[in-house]
């Protein structure tokens, strides 16, 4: 594997197919660049997802992560994207990417996207007390 | 675009209109004079929404908050002023305004308001474990 | 408007009844007497409300609070007198009023009422992820 | 009323028994033995319950409390015998007695059980934005 | 009973079967090894479960705990395994469990999984305000 | 001893009278009535003091404390106040009261005084790192 | 006393001239324009002094606060400026006026300008452990 | 040794008594009983020390809190007896005992109290920025 | 001013220099490479200093900030070079750069350098109370 | 450079050996076993030193904390280890070693142990407000 910015996303095989669970990552390390004006945005990328046959390789996303730091990325667009990429390397079940962006003008930015896959069901949230 | 305070309210076309998601902006910068008193009041407003065709555009945003700054505003009156500024604008499916008022005679406020398109009926959240 | 403690609770006309919307005010500065004992006792009041025609007015809500300061009253009647009291003059469609009070003998007490107009349903809330 | 430890809880009748409201007690101050090894073992017990004749009165509680310091008592059956007390003496519409256990082997452990009155519906719970 | 690390898990009769009530385990010692570079891999477990028959019995949970300190387990796979063991010891009716893992990369990784009994209803949730 | 409000500060005997010690008070119930407008403020004291010959007594305190309830008192000059009968009962080797008023037109406010006996010097702190 | 923005700062005679003491007084709702852009700026402002003859009026002193809404002012000066103005007022034993402003361009900033009486030693500061 | 509690503090040799350095131990699992009331009280101990020749062992302190649980101590007392046996035990350099007590009639009382050895002067702390 | 990353600092005259005074800034959107693996880092920069004859201009500290971006930097050289590179800029009385760097192998590191002007000697701190 | 535990320490050449300034690492994920009775301890650990003429390397830092892991060590011994081969490694002008122990008996340890190189004075800290 590189150690390179990459746009390639590496996968694995789901190690419990059989079930619905929820893998959740934090990564507080996103930059890329305002098409606009050009100058470096930053944010935190939350990952959300209900997995099918395949995970995100750790190593593979923080590459992934790396290669939007040169690139002109709206708020908006740039989360769409990242589920977009990931969505069709995974092919979860479900998928939510958040994007918490830095204060600009004094006002700061969250966008929150998902993804649900053709034909599944949530299960129902066992909530104890 | 002006640098001056503006009501006028800028948008950008939705990069994704084919899926509902959730734009929050969190604006600490709210300031707007009690119309009995003409003494200042300081809020944090919190916008959420999903937006149809239309996104509102950062700066302006910035730029119609500064518009308050002179202007009188009682907190119930203020608050639903700009979610229907901002619905006008957006026409979202759904928004939300939180306006969080600060200490008045050891009290403090919140007024929150929200639109709903008509027809458009909120996703089925998905809450994972 | 007096600046005595005072049971009157004046309001202002609702400047949105065509809307559902939320009220909430945090009152720290709550303080009565211990029927049994004759000791103070301090408590923070929350007020929620989703208003009909009538909203509370503030300056008249904190002389409301300040007519208990001289008053014997048990923490579970002084929130149900409370909220009696707010129901009566803005016949709201929804009020919750909840006392916070401070620890007595190791142990701390909160409670928790509410009214709601015959006949109103509450909005299906609208949970954005 | 005494000043010793007593598994005797006094009540006073519920001021408010027409309405279905909440009271919460927050007490840190609970010890008792380990009935395995003698020593003693700390907790915070949290007591939630709708009331509907009768209400716990506040220092008969305590010395409740107070009654299981020298008592052995497993962390699951004691939250249990807590509640099966307190529903004995109060018949509340609804009751949940959480035990918090401080760390024991590197280890935290928390007990919520909860008791329903039969024939008690819970009101549909109103969520406001 | 043993004072090695041990994959056996001892349980002991639930107190209170006829009940459905929640137990909650904070586990912030957990260690393992990554199976790819040996290195350790550091997490906090959360076991959460509704008990049928049977309890984890808290001294051989920390000894089963202490097991995974020299074995090769991936994130995903060390939570199912962790589930899968536990659930066969306790046969509860509902069981989660949660492994927060620290920092790799720049990215902390959070796996969640649970195990329903065939057949078990989760209890409606009660809402107190 | 009186369960009156009471401006009478009973003592008790210094236990350790050969050494200087500090003992520290936080009272979170101090309520008091502006002199100008006659509105009840609220306040959070701190007593800190090395003790010479005589200890303030914790329940003659909490009346201490009450007998402000009903009095008009500026926030500089009640802290001077309590700080002189607090010396004047105890003859302390060193006293700082401190005042924290509850927000007032947006503004809180802090009163710090402090009272060290003639001749007393106060030991070199020993800083551990 | 007017209720206008005012440059004027009233005093009120120290209650206790005797002794070296300690105000501390913190003002969230600072705002003023940028001299540059004519943008608004925002800011809490903490004031601690040790008064000589004279206190800073709380309500004078917020109505001075007040008086910087409309004034174009950099972060360095205007923090110079208020402890001019307040010194000129009260001429204080020792004053520090610290400014904390929010962020711009990513980057946060905070101005603290002391003065001090010629000939006005600081007391040595007892410092309990 | 015992498991029961026992007022024999048991020590080890410190291995590295060439050097000046810090143990610091919380201890938040005290209580023993009000003297005048026989009511329990509740505190959090903290201990810190230069050890000398000899260190206090883990459980016999653990023990020795545990002997505190039938006895009626007053909070000055108690503290400075904790410091007395403690100090008798271990002869250190320096060591300070704080006893932080639950709230009692709205007051939480905290108790310093420090033993430095005859000659034994504290290093100069080393400050880095 | 160039809206481009530039290692030029630009400054303002200071206007108070008759003063020694405090500046600080804090900049939490830094990240340059690592000069081994080529890989992002990221910190959390604080600048605090004492100015002389002239002011950092916040605009130009941002592009200087952002100059780092595609630099490579070990963390000790690159808080010592933006240290000699402010210093050189504005010659201070005193600065400190502090450099906080994210987790790498799960250790997170800090760096803290200070300059201080020949002659220059830093203020006796008042500590009030 | 290994990817095996290792009590080698690597460093690099201090960049800036003129100057006196600070590192500081935190290492939250150290374990080691307890000698007595061989079950896992858990600790962070912090370093803070002044380097002379080396620097520890992060990486071989790693290593050498995972060295511990299969080692028997006391809270106080192990500590003053570190110190040690710390010190030997860099020979600093400064090295302070902390480690923070988990609960063990319902009691938290910290021990800090400290080295200063013969002959080095260390800087009088600037305190700026
Ligand atoms: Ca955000
Ligand atoms: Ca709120
Ligand atoms: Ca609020
Ligand atoms: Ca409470
Ligand atoms: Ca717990
Ligand atoms: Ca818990
Ligand atoms: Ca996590
Ligand atoms: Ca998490
Ligand atoms: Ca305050
Ligand atoms: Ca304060
Ligand atoms: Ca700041
Ligand atoms: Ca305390
Ligand atoms: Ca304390
Ligand atoms: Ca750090
Ligand atoms: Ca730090
Ligand atoms: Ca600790």
Tied chains: 1, 2, 3, 4, 5, 6, 7, 8, 9, 10.
């Excluded at 994007?99 to 969250?110: C, K, L, N, S, W």
């Amino acid at each position: 594997m590189s150690t390179q910015p990459s746009r390639e996303l590496e996968t694995f095989p789901n190690p419990q197919p059989e079930r619905d669970y929820t893998i959740r990552m934090r990564i507080p390390e996103f930059t890329c660049l305002c098409p606009k004006t050009g100058q470096p945005d930053f944010a935190t990328i939350h990952l959300e997802y209900v997995p099918d046959r395949d995970c995100v390789e750790l190593k593979s996303l923080k590459l992934y992560i790396w290669s939007f730091r040169d690139q002109g990325a709206f708020h908006e667009q740039v989360t769409h994207d990242m589920l977009s990429d990931l969505v069709a390397a995974t092919k979860p079940r479900f998928m939510r990417v958040t994007g918490e962006f830095y204060v600009r003008g004094g006002i700061d930015t969250t966008v929150i996207a998902e993804h649900r896959a053709p034909g599944w069901t949530p299960p129902q949230p066992v909530v104890l007390p």
